[in-house]
């Protein structure tokens, strides 16, 4: 009897089984959507990532809108000029103009040069030192426990003297450190020059305020606006419009550097080899 029920289970099983492979083969034909073969072409020639830093939220839909939507070709950062170039061959178009873009910290403050700093025993990370108060003096310099050494797929960001600082070797503009850094010091900007100016200074605070809890912060004195137009004051801090710069305005760049009350401003960017 055991036999007999065990043998009419097996065989309702396998009935079961045939009927369900017959159902899903018939529905992966009738319900298939044809996918243009370019957008395949395209994906295998994009890294595959997924960074986001094209400004998509992978290479598949990067991907997808380069062939549906004309989206530039030239995007995907990581990938570079090679990838774009072999896109563009795909698609029958112009690369144009890629210029590069890299990764800034708008800090400039190695641990001794903060004041007012306290011994911070939480957890180890930006993220969570961020939701304490007190940890540092200044509440928008870098905190140095390195979240986003640790979202850099390259290698590209090391956290030295408990600053962020960046490999522009290695760095590829793809964004993740900019993402996770809790206090937005982190910045994606157009490098139209190996080499450009910074402002490594996040400080809002008026100038009093500002120097009583760092040596190296921006006191929004106008010296630099003052000598050439790359840079302008808003909100009590100097910010440099990298979309703009170019090496006609580095003669002007290096003054504003020099004349710099507190060297906050800053030449980044590739080292000359």
Known sequence: MILVTLAIAAGTMLVMAVILSYILGWANKTFKVEVDPKIESV???????????????????????????????????????????SVAEIMGVEVGEMIPIRAIVHCGATISQRLQTTQYRGEKRCAAAHLVAGVQGCTFGCLGFGDCVRACNYDAIHIIEGLAVVDYKKCVGCGACSKVCPRKIITIASFNEDQIPTVACSNQDKAKDAKAVCTTACV???ACSKISDIFTITDNLSKCDYDTYTAQHYEDAVKSMEKCPTNCIHFIGKPAD
């Not at 990067?62 to 004309?70: K, S, W």
């Open 43 to 85: 994906l295998e020639i994009l890294p595959g990532v997924n960074c986001g830093g094209c400004g998509y939220l992978g290479c598949s839909d990067y991907a997808v809108a380069v062939v549906t939507d004309n989206v530039p070709v030239n995007k995907c950062t990581v990938g570079g000029k090679a990838c774009a170039a």
């Open 220 to 222: 929004a004195c106008k």
